[in-house]
């Protein structure tokens, strides 16, 4: 199988990460717990370590601020619904994924915020000064992504992070497509909070993810219970990362998680970013040699992560991902990509469309695996 499905969730993992999975499980996997056993303390070290290297990552204002969660959806979850009140505007764009327009919809819908949503410009971007000018009196948020999961488009999140700040309001950031191919400094791009996967490009396994939570942001509860100390509180204590952390972790994962943000740093993310966005641009090319196939989203590589989404004059996305699956054994995402609104607005809703995305692991070969089926298919 030729794997390129990588926005949904990055495969293979590096061997380090399935190292780090079998010598975790077999040894230390333990629940964690701040006054126990050596193996539960070892659990909990495995806790720390990785938010240490996040912290490091992402140049946050402390690890105890990486809240870890089930992937990114869970992390967007809390941050919305933890900061929101009665009455609060809320700017957002028509390049989200489900996970934030659908609580924010349903927030809207039971009356208890408003919302703009702002659409991007015909390559698929987010124009700043467009923010500036939606900001009313009330508005309390900013919940954009860092860049579109359909279109593979990065967001000017500098430029709106220094107008939410102007502004004295908080930004959300939706990093699922770019934790670990865009480098990100949540300091300097005024990012209050940033929800990410640990799944894709962290290259962590599935169930992993996190919410980093800044100075500014003041988060209600998530879920309440054990924290693996403070039992003795009659209420969840107040510190973070336990606040929002209740219950037990996925430890497991966690510890994978480390090994795959260590293999990125090893590895220099502008690198993996590089190698991505040109089998992207090898891709295109050669959809533009075929003939027949659209693509969607501008062409400035350097504003793009590796992910490239097309349809086919001839065929449906769904048919045409059954046949590359069936007949080629090659993994793509046909469909609309939890992403109904930018493909609207793209012109592609219902049918959606193809959407390829090679990772740190993808090779030229398979690229030109991918066009030679394309044209086959399209012959
Ligand atoms: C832009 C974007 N946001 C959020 C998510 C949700 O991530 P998860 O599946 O980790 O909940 C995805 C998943 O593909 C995504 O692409």
């Not at 490091?56 to 601020?65: A, L, N, T, V, Y």
């Not at 039971?110 to 702002?118: D, K």
């Not at 300091?187 to 962590?204: E, N, V």
């Not at 929002?244 to 220099?268: D, F, K, S």
Request: aromatic letters at 6%.
């Amino acid at each position: 199988m030729i794997y390129l499905d990588n926005a949904a969730t990055s495969f293979p993992k590096p061997e380090s990460v399935y190292q780090a999975l079998d010598r975790f499980a077999r040894t230390e996997l333990a629940n964690p717990g701040r006054a126990g056993h050596k193996m539960a303390l070892a659990a909990e070290r495995a806790l720390d370590d990785c938010r240490h290297l996040l912290n490091q990552f992402f140049h946050g204002e402390g690890p105890e601020r990486f809240v870890f969660t089930l992937n990114c959806t869970d992390a967007l979850n809390m941050a919305m619904k933890g900061v929101l009140a009665e009455g609060d505007h809320v700017i957002t764009t028509d390049l989200e994924h489900n996970s934030v327009s659908r609580p924010l919809r349903a927030m809207e819908l039971a009356g208890r915020i408003s919302l703009t949503r702002l659409k991007a410009d015909a390559g698929g971007t987010i124009d700043p000064d467009a923010v500036r000018k939606a900001i009313t009196p009330r508005t309390r948020l900013i919940a954009q992504t860092h860049a579109s999961n359909v279109l593979g488009t990065v967001q000017p999140i500098a430029d709106i992070g220094t107008i939410a700040r102007e502004h004295d309001l908080l930004f959300l950031v939706d990093a699922a497509q770019t934790a670990g191919v865009i480098p990100i400094d949540v300091q300097t791009l005024h990012i209050d909070l940033l929800a990410f996967p640990g799944h894709k490009s962290l290259m962590g396994p599935t169930g992993t993810g996190a919410l980093y939570v800044g100075p500014r942001a003041k988060v209600g509860a998530w879920r309440e219970g054990g924290t693996g100390g403070d039992s003795s509180s009659e209420t969840q204590p107040r510190e973070f990362p336990h606040f929002l952390e209740g219950g037990t972790p996925n430890v497991l994962g966690v510890a994978g998680l480390g090994a795959g943000i260590r293999y990125v740093m090893e590895e220099e993310i502008e690198k993996i970013h590089r190698h991505e966005a040109e089998l992207a641009e090898r891709l295109w090319r050669r959809l533009d040699e075929i003939g027949g196939y659209e693509v969607f989203g501008h062409r400035d590589m350097a504003r793009r992560v590796g992910t490239l989404s097309f349809r086919s004059e001839a065929l449906p996305a769904a048919e045409l991902g059954g046949i590359l699956d069936q007949a080629f054994d090659i993994a793509v995402r046909p469909g609309l990509h939890c992403a109904p609104y930018i493909h609207r607005s793209i012109g592609t809703f219902p049918d959606g469309a193809v959407r390829v995305s090679p990772g740190a692991f993808n090779t030229k070969d398979d690229i030109d695996h991918l066009a030679r089926a394309l044209a086959e298919i399209g012959a």
